[in-house]
């Protein structure tokens, strides 16, 4: 099991950029997909982004395109969300997760693909 702990959420006004990273320990994370999740208040949680085991292939959801951009360090075994021209509507608790099946594209958007979940961290975006 792979344990997930993500920093870097704050708050920011509409425009502004955070980076999010997501800090893994206890075994490797460099032979799973990894994600990224939200969820807002009185909404469920939705996908965000993605990125493949080798790092070659990233995903994302529509509302994010041209402005989120995911990344991997296998060697720092962090993942990474910078994300820039914020709105309003991306406030949210921010998750990391890790795939529960090896090598995989990262395609996939199904929250209960993935097996192993950080506690979260908040953005809030303010306009």
């Known amino acids: 099991q792979v344990q997930l702990v993500e920093t870097g959420g704050g708050s920011v006004q509409a425009g502004g950029s955070l980076r999010l990273s997501c800090a893994a320990s206890?075994?490797?994370?460099?032979?799973?997909?990894m994600g990224w999740f939200r969820q807002a208040p009185g909404k469920e949680r939705e996908f965000v982004a993605t990125?493949?085991?080798?790092?070659?292939?990233?995903f994302y959801a529509d509302p994010v395109k041209g402005r989120f951009t995911i990344s991997r360090d296998n060697i720092k075994k962090t993942v990474y969300l910078q994300m820039n021209a914020l709105k309003p509507e991306d406030t949210a608790v921010y998750y990391c997760?890790?795939?529960?099946?090896?090598?995989?594209?990262?395609?996939?958007?199904?929250?209960?693909?993935?097996?192993?979940w950080g506690q979260g961290t908040q953005v809030t975006v303010s306009s």
């Open positions: 997760a890790a795939d529960r099946t090896l090598f995989r594209d990262g395609s996939s958007r199904v929250t209960s693909d993935f097996g192993s």
């Open positions: 206890g075994r490797t994370i460099s032979d799973v997909a």
């Open positions: 990125i493949s085991w080798t790092g070659v292939r990233q």
